[in-house]
């Protein structure tokens, strides 16, 4: 029988390659080989690194590695040393910690950015992918800190909305800033939920803040969850039928009703 820790690094070489990394051992790395390269058993100023995850040939981030059942929220202090002693060799230009930081069993996932202005983990269900790590390295601020600062930058006037909805949107807005991620809005029905839902992540301030662009830009993608068919058939009609949206919607029906996914562009 495999040992726990093995199996757990099986998991996790299985998960780096199904989002896309090369997974090579330190003693024959070859940097060219893909754009994302994940390197096990990394030899550090102090210690050794599970895996260094390498992006275009450039350190970005660290994954550590435990064996499953192990509380994870204790080692991430441990990650982020690791972060900071790279060998100059393998630091190029990088300067202070590397950004994006693991902690995983192959079970259960945790993940934090250094550069969010108060970084904490949070669990994943996958590993991110090199593409999205390059893309968000290119970003001047984290979404995190664009959330903190979007009410500011996009001011949401509310002209021709009811009171209602210009009090939801911007409240859910002032969560967001507060860095409190989870938000509900509670609305009466006919109130104007499902063209809320459509204002607030295709073409509000907070879409702004989660593509990155400007104040014209939408969100990469948005889910739309309903219980009832009727539920997110309205939500889902507010975006598909809507001729200036461009953020791809995956509606989720409930058990036995088809799903519809919209061919917008990216």
């Not at 275009?56 to 900071?84: C, F, H, M, N, W």
Request: some cysteine; hydrophobic content about 30%; charged content about 25%.
């Amino acid at each position: 029988m495999q040992p726990p820790e093995k199996r757990a690094r099986a998991n996790i070489d299985a998960m780096l390659q199904q989002c896309g990394w090369i997974v090579q051992d330190y003693k024959q790395v070859d940097l060219s080989a893909g754009r994302g390269v994940a390197v096990c058993e990394v030899p550090l100023k102090k210690g050794r690194c599970d895996y260094l995850l390498l992006v275009d040939r450039k350190p970005v981030g660290i994954v550590e590695a435990k064996k499953e059942g192990y509380t994870l929220s204790s080692v991430a202090d441990q990650s982020g040393r690791y972060a900071k002693n790279l060998p100059d060799f393998l630091r190029g230009n990088v300067t202070g910690t590397l950004p994006f930081l693991y902690e995983s069993t192959g079970i259960e996932t945790f993940f934090r950015d250094e550069r969010d202005p108060h970084p904490r983990s949070r669990q994943l269900f996958a590993l991110h992918r090199p593409e999205t790590l390059a893309k968000w390295i290119e970003e001047p601020d984290t979404l995190r800190r664009r959330l903190t600062e979007m009410a500011f930058k996009y001011p949401y006037d509310g002209r021709g909305v009811r009171v209602c909805r210009v009090e939801a949107i911007t409240g859910l807005e002032k969560s967001f800033a507060e860095a409190k991620p989870r938000a509900l809005i509670q609305m009466a029905t006919g109130a104007g939920n499902c063209t809320n839902i459509w204002r607030a992540t295709s073409q509000q301030p907070i879409s702004n803040a989660c593509s990155g662009r400007s104040q014209s830009g939408h969100a990469n993608r948005s889910c739309v969850t309903g219980e009832r068919s009727l539920t997110s058939g309205r939500n889902g009609d507010s975006f598909l039928e809507d001729p200036t949206q461009s953020t791809p919607c995956i509606l989720s029906r409930p058990p036995g009703k088809k799903s519809r996914l919209s061919t917008t562009s990216t």
